[in-house]
């Protein structure tokens, strides 16, 4: 059975290591489906949140791949995560705002930006609830869709 799993990576930070880690999940099949990484308050390390799937056989297996690597401190890899993404949407101007700022507002998100042409939203909330604003958004015939990568912590 195919789980999704977040995977909590700090490592050095150095040249070469997102090579390293991104290149351990290439020569072995897996997909990346979500790659955030930034430094920690210390400047000598970096957090790489990595979003895949598989079946516990394969997870398991990627974590103990993780642990191998040299540049890398620790691995923590948890089901009960507190998981954020950002969205940004450019929707063309010519669509009801308040209708789009009510459904924004529904997802913790707003209007952040608005010109004569396009008006750009921002909402930040879990991947699955960003989902659903993506579909509610359609109907407005956005222009174009970004999202961030997801961002984890462990609750515990």
Known sequence: MKKRRVILVNV???????????GLFAGRGYNIESLTVAPLQ???LSRITITTSGDEKVLEQIVKQ?????????????ENMLEKETLLVKIPINEALADIDVICKAYNGRIANANEKYIIIV???????????ILSLKKFKPKEIVRSGVIAIERY
Request: charged share 25%; aromatic share 0%; hydrophobic share 40%.
């Open 12 to 22: 050095l930070n150095e040249h070469s290591v997102l090579a390293r880690i991104s």
């Open 42 to 44: 210390d400047n000598n």
């Open 66 to 78: 993780l642990h191998k690597l040299i540049p890398v401190l620790s691995v923590i890899e948890d």
């Open 123 to 133: 909402a930040t909330d879990a991947p699955s609830r960003l989902d659903s604003l």
